[in-house]
């Protein structure tokens, strides 16, 4: 997936209300799921589009498309 969604062109960040995970579009795989979201209207944009704010909010980054550090 490499282009992003329509409504979502000024954003990369998109956080899923449902299960308040981040997800990065410019690096979103098919697992992501980023159409379910759109088909089901939860997604969030965030202002500033970063990590760091998405983190604000307590939205997770999604394994799928972000390398994770878990720090044990
Ligand atoms: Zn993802």
């Known amino acids: 997936m490499s ?3 329509r409504n979502f ?3 990369r960040f998109m ?3 449902r299960t308040m995970r ?3 579009l410019d690096n979103a795989t098919r697992e992501c ?3 379910d979201i759109l088909a089901a209207e939860s ?3 965030f202002g500033p589009d970063t990590m760091p704010e998405a983190r604000n909010r307590c939205y997770h980054p999604c ?3 972000q390398p994770v550090d878990e720090v044990a």
């Open 3 to 5: 282009e992003r969604p």
């Open 9 to 11: 062109e000024e954003h």
């Open 15 to 17: 956080g899923d209300k």
């Open 22 to 24: 981040v997800h990065d």
């Open 33 to 35: 799921g980023i159409e």
């Open 43 to 45: 997604y969030l944009a």
């Open 63 to 65: 394994r799928h498309c």
